[in-house]
């Protein structure tokens, strides 16, 4: 069986929609108290709840206590008195009620959901370029830092899959510098006094540590270049993060973006201890769209803030019959390493009605919704396998879930990961372009040759040149069809073919002459068309 998958889905999963922003907490205006209170949140949209959530790692807190942290009305930190009270509408109760509980080292986790609020929806309590104050035991105000739209990614960091006794955690910010991506935040929960790594891993889940997998190289680099990056404690197991791929040592780490050519987007971050151990995982930004390419198709995989939708069509099945299709809890497409159905600690198979029922030509079209799976949060299948099954049950084909997928990842009845370079199905459309290309260009230079109305009085001259006088009488004057341009050199052409179907293919065209000049006339013979080469020499994107 021949599957081809076109599937047109939408995964409404992470229920967050909207922009994303950051609060970086400091020292409160005019406080000179004996605590140091840092700390980087998060604040996002939550559309199935219609509320918002604020997130994040608050250190340098009195031990084992706890005290308030609350959004306040004022837009700055610079002056106490213009921070102000509480942010919501005085004819309500206030809904701060939000709490920091600090540990032996006066680092707290915190999280809070509060309805009624946006990020920046200016028609509905909008908390963007306020200010979040956080308070000691007693009341005091002790940080202050500023609601802000991020422009880059956020990454809440927790102890690392299969080690639950890691205590590490962190916030991390990454965004787009000027040729390089720069790191702020905190970690905390470490070795104390001691450095250890921080580095961009190729996994898009810290779900399972099977699909975190190693350092994220790209496409450009050899060397790992986020070898360089460390972070240093102090005496209690606290660092803060400042880092940049433009002062690393690595020659290759600027190649690197958020969004663009090898993006580090979505992917996972990994603290080390000092050892390598892997302590702390978070994703850097919870995507929004994935995709999941199978061998002659694509899964298309997009965000509504509440629900799991997946709609698409099915091609080159078995007619008339029906089968199943899942997300596997593997992260890798080799038959033997997909797993099972991925069930994320539900007791009951949540995949039982995902089937597909062929037509006579073997086309199926398969809609599916579910609230209970998400991209990168409760539940997550990116990174996951996408599998279809034949009627009787077998492995037919697969694709992984991916943020920035292309045509390497699709696999049919096939035990590897992945493919490099194009996919088989791209392989064999190049193919065929290429050789529509070198067919055309055969056509046009043949056509060139028969079209020249005046014998040449010396044939070595290039047979593309145009007439150094013109006959206005002439209704056959040379013209070379649109299709191709030539550039005129010594005994040489340049002819530059682009197709629907593949790449521009830029041909070097050589005419060798014989000792008769041609004229419109003559019949093109064996040694006139032997004397014509095709030498491709470029091959790259049309510009």
């Given at each position: 069986m021949v599957l081809l998958a076109v599937l047109v889905v939408s995964l409404g999963?992470?229920?967050?929609?909207?922009?994303?922003?950051?609060?970086?907490?400091?020292?409160y205006p005019g406080y000179e108290g004996?605590?140091?209170?840092?700390?980087?949140?998060?604040?996002?949209?939550?559309?199935?709840?219609?509320?918002?959530?604020?997130?994040?790692?608050?250190?340098?807190?009195?031990?084992?206590?706890?005290?308030?942290?609350?959004?306040h009305e004022g837009t700055t930190c610079e002056d106490a008195e213009a921070v102000g009270e509480h942010y919501y509408n005085y004819d309500d109760v206030d809904p701060w009620v939000s709490v920091w509980s600090s540990d032996g080292n006066g680092t707290a986790s915190v999280e809070f959901n509060v309805s009624g609020f946006t990020v920046n929806d200016g028609d509905v309590w909008p908390v963007a370029g306020r200010a979040i104050v956080v308070h000691s035991s007693d009341g005091t105000r002790v940080a202050c830092g500023l609601i802000e739209i991020t422009t880059g990614v956020l990454a809440r960091l927790g102890p690392y899959p299969g080690f639950p006794e890691s205590t590490a955690r962190g916030a991390l910010e990454a965004t787009r510098g000027d040729g390089s991506i720069d790191v702020v935040g905190v970690l905390a929960g470490l070795e104390s006094d001691a450095t250890g790594g921080l580095h961009i891993h190729e996994g898009?889940?810290?779900?399972n540590a099977s699909g975190v997998f190693g350092h994220y190289f790209g496409d450009e680099t050899e060397e790992d270049p986020w070898a360089t990056w460390t972070y240093s404690t102090d005496d209690k197991g606290v660092?803060?993060?400042?880092?940049?791929?433009?002062?690393?040592?690595?020659?290759?780490?600027?190649?690197?973006?958020?969004?663009?050519?090898?993006?580090?987007?979505?992917?996972?971050?990994?603290?080390?201890?000092?050892?390598?151990?892997?302590?702390?995982?978070g994703l850097a930004g919870e995507a929004s769209s994935a995709s999941a390419v199978l061998p002659a198709g694509e899964i298309a995989l997009a965000d509504d803030g509440a629900t799991l939708t997946i709609e698409g069509t099915l091609r080159g099945l078995e007619p008339s019959t029906s089968g199943g299709w899942h997300v596997h809890w593997g992260f890798q497409c080799g038959e033997d390493d997909v797993g099972g159905r991925y069930r994320g600690g539900l007791e009951e198979d949540p995949w039982t009605e995902?089937?597909?029922?062929?037509?006579?030509?073997?086309?199926?079209?398969?809609?599916?919704?579910?609230?209970?799976?998400?991209?990168?949060?409760?539940?997550?299948?990116?990174?996951?396998?996408?599998v279809v099954h034949a009627s009787d049950g077998t492995f037919a084909a697969c694709g992984l879930v991916d943020p920035w997928s292309d045509e390497t990842t699709g696999q049919g009845n096939d035990n590897s990961k992945k493919k490099e370079g194009l996919s088989r199905s791209g392989q064999a459309r190049l193919a065929v372009g290429l050789a529509l290309v070198l067919v055309a260009a055969v056509g046009l230079v043949a056509y060139a040759i028969v079209k020249r109305s005046e014998p040449r009085p010396d044939a070595s001259r290039d047979f593309f040149e145009e007439e150094e006088e013109e006959?206005?009488?002439?209704?056959?004057?040379?013209?070379?069809?649109?299709?191709?341009?030539?550039?005129?050199?010594?005994?040489?052409?340049?002819?530059?073919?682009?197709?629907?179907?593949?790449?521009?293919?830029?041909?070097?065209?050589?005419?060798?002459p014989s000792d008769?000049?041609?004229?419109?006339h003559d019949p093109i013979t064996d040694e006139e068309v032997d004397g014509l080469e095709l030498q491709p020499v470029h091959l790259g994107s049309p510009r």
């Open positions: 999963v992470p229920t967050i929609a909207g922009p994303s922003a950051s609060c970086l907490l400091s020292t004996p605590i140091a209170v840092y700390g980087l949140l998060r604040v996002m949209d939550e559309v199935a709840s219609e509320s918002i959530r604020i997130d994040g790692t608050v250190v340098g807190l009195e031990s084992s206590t706890s005290g308030g942290w609350h959004v898009y889940t810290c779900d660092a803060i993060v400042a880092l940049s791929s433009s002062s690393s040592s690595s020659s290759s780490s600027g190649s690197f973006s958020l969004f663009d050519a090898n993006p580090v987007a979505y992917r996972a971050v990994v603290a080390h201890l000092s050892d390598g151990t892997r302590a702390a995982c995902t089937t597909w029922s062929s037509d006579v030509d073997g086309t199926a079209e398969i809609a599916f919704s579910t609230s209970l799976f998400s991209l990168s949060r409760v539940r997550p299948v990116a990174g996951r396998a996408v006959d206005d009488d002439d209704e056959d004057d040379d013209v070379l069809p649109a299709a191709a341009a030539a550039v005129k050199e010594e005994e040489r052409s340049t002819l530059v073919v682009t197709t629907a179907e593949s790449p521009m293919v830029q041909l070097a065209l050589s005419h060798t008769t000049p041609l004229t419109q």
